[in-house]
């Protein structure tokens, strides 16, 4: 049923031309996860925000990554960096991009607070230490 339901949607996307295009350019998620890695990477240059932006850059290298390989990027990457050219592009893109980063982990630190309750601690963290008595 699920590849039925694949084939019609390919087909209509075919007949209708929408198809075509997305072979033209790289889908507006790829786009944005680019510019992501561009942005991350000029912050990154700054030693008090280093670390910070070596996540983001991972963050976003994986997710280009499991698209394909690396190197198909780099085009984008030339495209991109011509239209980026002004400080405010630049933190326009820096908020979006971190309003992401920040969503991101906020999801996981709430998936990890529930797999806590659910689960327990990992094995072998030590146990809480009880709270000194008070005299």
């Given at each position: ?5 694949l084939?019609?949607?390919?087909a ?5 031309g ?7 350019q ?32 991972f ?6 990554g ?26 326009a ?8 980063l ?5 999801e ?28």
């Amino acid at each position: 049923m699920r590849h039925a339901a694949l084939a019609i949607a390919t087909a209509a996307a075919v007949v209708t031309g929408a198809a075509s295009p997305a072979f033209a350019q790289a889908p507006a998620g790829e786009t944005n996860d680019v510019r992501c890695l561009m942005v991350l990477q000029v912050i990154g240059r700054d030693p008090n925000q280093r670390d910070q932006a070596a996540r983001g850059i991972f963050f976003y290298l994986g997710r280009l990554g499991a698209r394909g390989p690396l190197s198909r990027i780099e085009p984008m990457m030339i495209a991109e960096s011509k239209k980026m050219n002004t400080p405010q592009i630049l933190q326009a893109e820096l908020g979006r991009c971190g309003a992401e980063l920040n969503q991101r982990g906020g999801e996981l630190q709430a998936l990890n607070q529930k797999l806590q309750k659910e689960l327990g601690p990992p094995p072998g963290t030590p146990a809480p230490k009880a709270a000194p008595a008070k005299k």
